[in-house]
């Protein structure tokens, strides 16, 4: 064996050496790493771990000047368009698709049937073509697989009125699949497997099937 190999041998061994004491000094909770968390259908479901926030109801304008979606706050406080939104209580609010402008279209209190304490429980809204009313479903229950039948309410937006369809003595959550008329004048539903037609405004229902 020459010097030469020797000596490159011998500088291999140091650094080997070297490198060996410097690892085996390392703290010792940089070893070993902490496990990463286990999914688990817990974490999924009952947890909601990972649910992320959404804009509830959201709904474009026929003409798409804009969107609304429904934002919660306290039932008896005031509200101008540039408040931020409370805790209990829903407002159906506007916004230009460029953030440019905000307005509450429809309050908590419109949506407080006389007498009540509470406003409507909000589970799904539409508005009539001509954007002078807003047909309110609450209280649904399940059909198979889907809350399809429940209770409907119109709000007239020009007079604040605010009442249950289903003529003049409403069976409650027995309503489904209401839909306002292109004209604006009627709301057709399904009731007892029967379709109805009830006059906006004056609870006239007639019977389209029997």
């Known amino acids: 064996m020459t010097e030469l190999t020797l000596k490159k041998l011998?500088?291999?061994?140091?650094?080997?050496?070297g490198l060996l004491a410097l690892f085996g000094c390392?703290?010792?909770?940089?070893?070993?790493?902490?496990?990463?968390?286990?999914l688990s259908l817990e974490r999924i479901y009952t947890d909601?771990?990972?649910?992320?926030?959404?804009?509830?109801?959201?709904?474009?304008?026929?003409?798409?000047?804009?969107?609304?979606?429904?934002e919660a706050r306290s039932k008896n406080t005031q509200q101008t368009d540039?408040?931020?939104?409370?805790v209990t209580g829903n407002d159906i609010v506007f916004y230009q698709p460029d953030g440019s402008g905000r307005k509450v279209l429809v309050t908590v209190e419109q949506l407080t049937p006389?007498?009540?304490?509470?406003a409507l429980s909000i589970e799904n809204y539409q508005w009539s073509e001509d954007g002078k009313w807003a047909l309110i479903f609450t209280n649904g229950q399940?059909?198979?697989?889907?809350?399809?039948?429940?209770?409907?309410w119109v709000l007239n937006l020009e007079s604040d009125s605010l009442y249950q369809l289903g003529g003049e003595t409403p069976?409650?959550?027995?309503?489904m699949f209401a839909?306002?008329?292109?004209?604006?004048?009627?709301v057709a539903y399904v009731q007892d497997n029967n379709i109805y037609v009830e006059t906006l405004g004056s609870k006239n229902v007639t019977a389209l099937t029997t």
Do not use: C, M
């Open 10 to 17: 011998t500088q291999s061994l140091i650094t080997g050496v």
């Open 26 to 38: 390392a703290p010792s909770g940089q070893q070993s790493a902490e496990p990463a968390p286990t």
């Open 48 to 70: 909601k771990e990972f649910n992320s926030e959404r804009a509830p109801y959201f709904r474009w304008l026929d003409d798409g000047s804009g969107y609304t979606v429904l």
């Open 82 to 86: 540039d408040d931020s939104h409370g």
């Open 114 to 118: 006389e007498g009540a304490d509470d």
């Open 142 to 152: 399940k059909v198979w697989r889907h809350r399809t039948r429940g209770d409907y």
């Open 171 to 175: 069976k409650e959550t027995s309503l």
């Open 179 to 186: 839909k306002f008329s292109p004209d604006s004048q009627k």
